[in-house]
T-cell receptor, first 110, second 116 residues
Framework: KQEVTQIPAALSVPEGENLVLNCSFT??????LQWFRQDPGKGLTSLLL?????REQTSGRLNASLDKSSGRSTLYIAASQPGDSATYLC?????????FGTGTRLKVLA | DVKVTQSSRYLVKRTGEKVFLECVQD?????MFWYRQDPGLGLRLIYF???????EKGDIPEGYSVSREKKERFSLILESASTNQTSMYLC???????????????FGPGTRLTVL
């Protein structure tokens, strides 16, 4: 059974720092892995999708990497801003189902 | 842009009531999902559907049922609401029926349900 762990659970940093959020999963038989952002009381917004054959994906200040064999993905946020404050979730896709980590709660201080 | 909408942002119901949560997607997606999200437990899959009139149980289907009469609409039904069903309910959809590297999941805004 797939288990997903995200470390750290919470993070507070000053504005401008570069950040790394970690996601590890136990079953490497995945089709892809998706990173999401969730603001308090809202739904999930898709940030990046990495296909299983890819090593990384970039969108603006965000870069996500995937090492399927070791069961790890990282989300790199460059030059963090207060507007990046949110919870970040990763979700690998197995057979029909996405399994979600419990997220990293990020606070960027102005 | 894919749009997934949910019928209510906030809902308050009484114990024993029958509750309908509606979800509509506008991108002709094959798969639709219902999750609940609780603090410390993350997102848990209740039911999903990969085709009209088809449904599959997720990890926590007890106390819930679903209906998918049309491709764009997926309803979650609480037959007799209980206080332990107070939660945030999230609907999502993906394009292809079979799992693939291209399947990207899109979420609705969520419904915060309180059962008194």
């Amino acid at each position: 059974k797939q288990e997903v762990t995200q470390i750290p659970a919470a993070l507070s940093v000053p504005e401008g720092e570069n950040l790394v959020l970690n996601c590890s999963f136990t079953d490497s038989a995945i089709y892809n892995l998706q990173w999401f952002r969730q603001d308090p009381g809202k739904g999930l917004t898709s940030l990046l999708l990495i296909q299983s054959s890819q090593r990384e994906q970039t969108s603006g200040r965000l870069n996500a990497s995937l090492d399927k064999s070791s069961g790890r993905s990282t989300l790199y946020i460059a030059a963090s801003q207060p507007g990046d404050s949110a919870t970040y979730l990763c979700a690998p896709l197995g057979t029909y189902k996405y399994i979600f980590g419990t997220g990293t709660r990020l606070k960027v201080l102005a | 842009d894919v749009k997934v909408t949910q019928s209510s942002r906030y809902l308050v119901k009484r114990t024993g009531e029958k509750v309908f949560l509606e979800c509509v997607q506008d991108m002709d997606h094959e798969n639709m999902f219902w999750y609940r999200q609780d603090p410390g437990l993350g997102l848990r899959l209740i039911y999903f559907s990969y085709d009209v009139k088809m449904k599959e149980k997720g990890d926590i289907p007890e106390g819930y049922s679903v209906s998918r009469e049309k491709k764009e609409r997926f309803s979650l039904i609480l037959e007799s609401a209980s206080t332990n069903q107070t939660s945030m309910y999230l609907c999502a959809s993906t394009g292809q029926a079979t799992p693939s590297a291209y399947n990207e999941q899109f979420f609705g805004p969520g419904t915060r349900l309180t059962v008194l």
